[in-house]
């Protein structure tokens, strides 16, 4: 009877281990790293060794990585199965394109995340209760105004201050800029949330990233930091 009760307590943690589910905005880029991903179910796991470099011949750029030590995991979770397990603050993650997390001297120091589109503005919400006003908003300019495009109307709604719809006197054609890119700075680690207004849905990505990684250039995108049009200037 004793081994018999002991099986269904072992099923039964096995079962509450592989039902772990993450709430990516808890995470704290100074615990290890093993504490939130142990025990989830992952898409792809990549192991990277050094950091990147450009190197410059003639008129030819090439990319590739230099071993000073550097020790990298790259984790993907894509698809229902795997992006089931996350959440940011309650908020569900698009399992199309999902969420990347890099590990980087045995701590989280990148992650790319998206919640699904119909919860975008809930995302802006979420963000700036928990990081405040943000530390920059960059507005992208001149886009074509279509009356049909539900998702400019979306923004103008809810951030009337930043985006807007606006006539070309000379062309007399209506343009549309919104805010594309907010900025915080919370301490040593960096959050850029995108929009993307396309037809009905407004598109969203999130990274945080701690200043030690991208000056270290170790997460690939973030590899020249110095020439990062957005991020360098926050590198002191």
Same mark, same amino acid.
């Given at each position: 009877?004793?081994?018999?009760?002991?099986?269904?307590?072992?099923?039964?943690?096995?079962?509450?281990?592989?039902?772990?589910?993450?709430?990516?905005?808890?995470?704290?880029?100074?615990?290890?790293?093993?504490?939130?991903?142990?025990?989830?179910?992952?898409?792809?796991?990549?192991?990277?060794?050094?950091?990147?470099?450009?190197?410059?011949?003639?008129?030819?750029?090439?990319?590739?990585?230099?071993?000073?030590?550097?020790?990298?995991?790259?984790?993907?979770?894509?698809?229902?199965?795997?992006?089931?397990?996350?959440?940011?603050?309650?908020?569900?993650?698009?399992?199309?394109?999902?969420?990347?997390?890099?590990?980087?001297?045995?701590?989280?120091?990148?992650?790319?995340?998206?919640?699904?589109?119909?919860?975008?503005?809930?995302?802006?919400?979420?963000?700036?209760?928990?990081?405040?006003?943000?530390?920059?908003?960059?507005?992208?300019?001149?886009?074509?105004?279509?009356?049909?495009?539900?998702?400019?109307?979306?923004?103008?709604?809810?951030?009337?201050?930043?985006?807007?719809?606006?006539?070309?006197?000379?062309?007399?054609?209506?343009?549309?800029?919104?805010?594309?890119?907010?900025?915080?700075?919370?301490?040593?680690?960096?959050?850029?949330?995108?929009?993307?207004?396309?037809?009905?849905?407004?598109?969203?990505? *999130?990274?945080?990233?701690?200043?030690?990684? *991208?000056?270290?250039?170790?997460?690939?995108?973030?590899?020249?930091?110095?020439?990062?049009?957005?991020?360098?200037?926050?590198?002191?």
């Amino acid at each position: 009877m004793k081994s018999k009760i002991m099986l269904v307590l072992t099923l039964l943690v096995l079962i509450s281990c592989n039902n772990k589910e993450l709430d990516l905005s808890k995470i704290d880029f100074n615990q290890k790293a093993s504490i939130y991903l142990d025990d989830l179910n992952v898409y792809k796991k990549e192991e990277q060794k050094g950091h990147y470099v450009l190197d410059y011949q003639n008129d030819e750029v090439s990319l590739g990585l230099r071993d000073d030590g550097e020790r990298v995991v790259k984790y993907t979770f894509m698809e229902e199965k795997n992006t089931n397990q996350l959440n940011y603050s309650g908020l569900r993650v698009n399992d199309v394109m999902g969420v990347s997390i890099s590990v980087y001297d045995e701590k989280i120091s990148f992650m790319r995340i998206h919640v699904k589109n119909t919860q975008t503005l809930d995302f802006f919400d979420v963000l700036k209760k928990k990081l405040g006003n943000p530390t920059e908003i960059l507005i992208k300019d001149g886009v074509n105004f279509d009356d049909k495009n539900i998702s400019q109307k979306m923004l103008i709604e809810k951030m009337p201050n930043q985006a807007k719809k606006y006539k070309d006197e000379v062309l007399e054609q209506f343009y549309f800029s919104y805010p594309e890119h907010f900025i915080w700075v919370d301490s040593d680690i960096i959050y850029q949330l995108t929009l993307v207004p396309v037809g009905n849905y407004i598109s969203n990505s *999130l990274v945080v990233i701690s200043k030690k990684a *991208l000056k270290d250039k170790v997460i690939f995108g973030f590899h020249n930091p110095n020439e990062d049009p957005i991020l360098s200037k926050y590198l002191n």
